[in-house]
């Protein structure tokens, strides 16, 4: 088992900046890439970014350029600075741990609110 805590969410204006941060503990050998997914209310939960432990990154086209994932392994950590936030940036976020293995599971964190007020 693989758990993953967020951190770092909260109320801030359009055009300012947030960092998130996720912990994994556990079985952290069962995973190779971690990152972040976001559902906004209504919606579908959606790849904000991506990245594995060499440090590749995949990023949703709606971020490029305002969002950088950024990962410590030895802390088992990822982070997502957000800047230029905008309104439909609000979301929940969730941390992802993706399986190392094809037959191996998924695990997500509970999310954090991230609210960007206009």
């Known amino acids: 088992q693989v758990q993953l805590v967020e951190s770092g969410g909260g109320l801030v204006q359009a055009g300012g900046s947030l960092r998130l941060s996720c912990a994994a503990s556990?079985?952290?050998?069962?995973?190779?890439?971690m990152g972040w997914y976001r559902q906004a209310q209504g919606k579908q939960r959606e790849l904000v970014a991506m990245?594995?432990?060499?440090?590749?990154?995949n990023y949703a086209d709606s971020v490029k350029g305002r969002f950088t994932i950024s990962r410590d392994n030895a802390l088992n950590t990822v982070y997502l600075q957000m800047n230029s936030l905008k309104p439909e940036d609000t979301s929940v976020y969730y941390c992802?741990?993706?399986?190392?293995?094809?037959?191996?599971?998924?695990?997500w964190g509970k999310g954090t609110l991230v609210t960007v007020s206009s």
């Open positions: 992802k741990g993706q399986a190392r293995y094809e037959d191996g599971m998924d695990y």
């Open positions: 556990g079985s952290i050998f069962s995973i190779n890439a």
């Open positions: 990245i594995t432990s060499g440090g590749s990154t």
